[in-house]
């Protein structure tokens, strides 16, 4: 039978965050796991089919900011929906991953709950918009 689960791409370094959100989110997604911002590029630039991204913004050897912008500036991958973490107390970083393209960006300690369903209303409006566009 086919696998009807969306790919979730998580660029995080902290493991107790990843293994929360693997808990919470691996009924719905295939979840695939990079530390740095340059794994995350390069996963995303060998054309392994991405559906979801999470991506901390203080990531090592290429920022989530950066990370996000060149998601955005792809025409193959700027449709990906992104939701940004960021364990930093500035709100400003926060505003610039959401001018940069990030969908959401949601502060840390999250609620995993909460960054389930936030996700899955990004999910439904991009299937939404999709499917008026084919419509």
């Given at each position: 039978m086919k696998d009807l689960k969306l790919?979730?791409?998580?660029?995080?370094?902290?493991?107790?965050?990843?293994?929360?959100?693997?808990?919470?989110?691996?009924?719905?997604?295939?979840?695939?796991?990079?530390t740095n911002g340059a794994e995350a590029m390069e996963f995303i630039e060998q054309g392994k089919r991405t559906d979801f991204i999470i991506t901390e913004l203080n990531l090592r050897h290429f920022d989530g900011i950066d990370f996000i912008r060149q998601i955005r500036g792809s025409q193959q991958h700027k449709n990906i929906p992104i939701l940004a973490l960021s364990g930093s107390s500035d709100s400003m970083l926060r505003v610039k991953s959401l001018e940069m393209g990030a969908d959401d960006c949601v502060a840390k300690p999250f609620n995993p709950l909460e960054i389930k369903a936030r996700m899955m209303g990004m999910i439904r409006r991009t299937e939404y918009y999709t499917n008026r566009m084919i419509a």
């Open positions: 790919n979730l791409l998580i660029a995080e370094q902290n493991p107790f965050l990843v293994r929360i959100l693997r808990q919470t989110l691996s009924s719905e997604f295939n979840i695939q796991v990079v």
